[in-house]
């Protein structure tokens, strides 16, 4: 149990398709994150709130849009994506934006796009 | 900019071996370092981390030193088991404006059989 959980695990949809990932995480954190995790790269870093406020858009396509409606949820709003995001998404949270402050992460949601 | 190098690896030990990932880094500032560690269809957990120079982290038999002259943060363990086996990635934040971004290497595979 890491305090921060990812839903749904798995996805496969059409680059047609609208959908959503889900994060949540219990730790009382203020801020959250996204990452994008694919074979053989680092992890890329996409988007980062503090207290629900967006303070990193790591010049991400706007075919990914997030939302981060409280501090413990952050939603990833997914449209006509394309095959090359295909990919592990990982959500993380920290206490605050400072540095020395670890990162807590979930299990992330494997996204197939057909 | 910043940036983490740490071998590629596969590695692949024997149990009880001695085990050694080495990871150097380059920042502008005064960084902090992490080992996180990744098991197969998981997210990414927090192994040990270090803030200032000559600092050593330890995590479940896992150590590592911030050696600031050399710019490194290699982690080792005296004897693995089978449950190590795992990736493992080397990451920093540095001091300044965006000190909560980690930079990642590219992480290391080990593979530890009976």
């Known amino acids: 149990e890491t305090g921060v959980t990812q839903t749904p695990r798995h996805l496969v949809m059409g680059m047609t398709n609208k959908k959503s990932l889900k994060c949540e995480q219990h730790?009382?954190?203020?801020?959250m994150y996204w990452y994008k995790q694919s074979a053989k790269k680092p992890l890329e870093l996409m988007f980062v709130?503090?207290?629900?406020?967006?303070?990193e858009n790591n010049s991400v396509p706007s075919r990914f849009s997030p939302e981060c409606p409280n501090s413990s949820h952050l939603f990833l709003h997914l449209h006509t994506l394309q095959p090359e995001d295909s990919a592990l998404y990982l959500c993380?949270?920290?206490?605050?934006?400072?540095?020395?402050?670890?990162?807590?992460f979930g299990d992330g949601t494997r996204l197939s796009i057909l | 900019g910043d940036s983490v190098t740490q071998m590629e690896g596969p590695v692949t030990l024997s149990e009880e071996a001695f085990l050694t990932i080495n990871c150097t880094y380059t920042?502008?500032?005064?960084?902090?370092l992490f080992w996180y560690v990744q098991y197969p269809g998981e997210g990414l957990q927090l192994l040990l981390k270090?803030?200032?120079?000559?600092d050593k982290g330890s995590n479940k038999g896992f150590e590592a030193t911030y050696r600031k002259e050399t710019t490194s943060f290699h982690l080792e363990k005296g004897s693995v088991q089978v449950s190590d086996s795992a990736v493992y990635f080397c990451?920093?934040?540095?001091?300044?404006?965006?000190?909560?971004?980690?930079?990642f290497g590219k992480g290391t595979l080990l593979t530890v059989n009976p």
């Open positions: 993380a949270s920290s206490q605050g934006l400072t540095n020395g402050q670890p990162q807590h």
């Open positions: 730790l009382g954190h203020n801020a």
């Open positions: 709130y503090s207290l629900e406020e967006r303070v």
């Open positions: 920042a502008t500032g005064y960084p902090s």
């Open positions: 270090a803030t200032k120079a000559d």
């Open positions: 990451a920093l934040s540095d001091s300044g404006g965006s000190n909560y971004k980690l930079t």
